[in-house]
């Protein structure tokens, strides 16, 4: 944010008595600490991004693998699941065998969770959004192997932690992704409801209540119209498919991207209908 430096030197310089003056000095002095940090995050964010890429890509499945594993076995259905987010992001067959590897490196002992997730923030730099991304993609995976159930949980709210990605980030991330029908089968509804998981298929998203619908949009029911318009401009900027991809998420995983800008979509259209917003 480049005005915080120019704002904070304008009050300080006000807050000398020279009136004016005094807020141009401080002006000045701002708009020179704004820059200098710019040029600091440029640096922070040097990773190119063939090298952010791969890593995205290599840990994702890695730590997948981890997290299948995080009541000390690997069943059907969570190799199932695997699968199934592999044809999500439509790889070829060089990209699902690096994938399987991966995934296997990640479920073997010597695999250390907080070297891949220090890996990853250290290339990602200051891009939180495909840190949230990557959150996303392991929470896909564990609603459709277990429904995000016992040491999963627990295990993703470390990830979460060490990402760190707020557990309010987290809750909007599993709202999001629930309204998207995934870990439908564990909660008692729609094919499979028992736990039962229908093969590689995922329920299809089911009609979000209107309570749901905020929580994707990250604002209470008591937000002016206003407010709800601005939050999903928000969302739709935060988690523009074109905007991930050009920061460094892989172009295989294009797909997810699209998935959610739709259900913003659908949550912002659903309370628009609701109060009879233009």
């Given at each position: 944010m480049k005005w915080i430096g120019k704002a904070v030197g304008a009050v300080l310089?006000?807050?000398?008595?020279?009136?004016?003056?005094?807020?141009?000095i401080g002006l000045v002095i701002g708009h020179a600490y704004d820059e200098r940090m710019e040029s600091d995050?440029?640096?922070?964010?040097?990773?190119?991004?063939?090298?952010?890429?791969?890593?995205?890509?290599?840990?994702?499945?890695?730590?997948?693998?981890?997290?299948?594993?995080?009541?000390?076995?690997?069943s059907e259905r969570e190799i199932a699941a695997a699968r199934e987010i592999f044809r999500q992001f439509r790889l070829d067959e060089v990209q699902r065998r690096e994938a399987i590897d991966c995934f296997t490196a990640g479920?073997?002992?010597?695999?250390?969770?907080?070297v891949a997730l220090d890996e990853l923030v250290h290339v990602c730099g200051g891009r939180r959004d495909?840190?949230?991304?990557?959150?996303?993609?392991?929470?896909?995976?564990?609603?459709?192997?277990?429904?995000?159930?016992?040491?999963?949980?627990?295990?993703?709210?470390?990830?979460?932690?060490?990402?760190?990605?707020?557990?309010?980030?987290?809750?909007?991330?599993?709202?999001?992704?629930?309204?998207?029908?995934?870990?439908?089968?564990?909660?008692?509804?729609?094919?499979?409801?028992g736990g039962h998981w229908q093969g590689e298929a995922r329920t299809p998203p089911r009609a979000e209540p209107l309570s749901e619908a905020y929580e994707v949009l990250e604002v209470p029911d008591s937000a002016t119209d206003a407010e709800v318009k601005r939050a999903y401009r928000r969302q739709m900027s935060q988690?523009?498919?074109?905007?991930?991809?050009?920061?460094?998420?892989?172009?295989?995983?294009?797909?997810?991207?699209?998935?959610?800008?739709?259900?913003i979509q659908a949550a912002y259209e659903k309370i628009r209908v609701a109060r009879g917003m233009r």
């Open positions: 310089g006000l807050a000398t008595g020279l009136g004016p003056v005094g807020a141009a995050d440029g640096a922070r964010h040097g990773a190119d991004l063939a090298t952010v890429r791969s890593t995205f890509f290599r840990n994702s499945f890695k730590v997948m693998g981890f997290v299948a594993k995080a009541d000390g076995r690997v479920k073997a002992p010597g695999f250390s969770l907080d495909l840190l949230r991304m990557f959150l996303e993609v392991e929470m896909r995976a564990a609603l459709l192997g277990n429904g995000m159930q016992g040491p999963t949980r627990s295990l993703l709210m470390r990830i979460c932690q060490r990402l760190g990605v707020s557990g309010l980030e987290f809750a909007h991330l599993e709202a999001l992704l629930r309204l998207q029908g995934y870990g439908a089968a564990y909660a008692g509804t729609g094919p499979g409801a988690n523009h498919p074109d905007k991930l991809v050009s920061r460094g998420l892989p172009e295989s995983m294009l797909e997810i991207a699209k998935q959610k800008t739709q259900t």
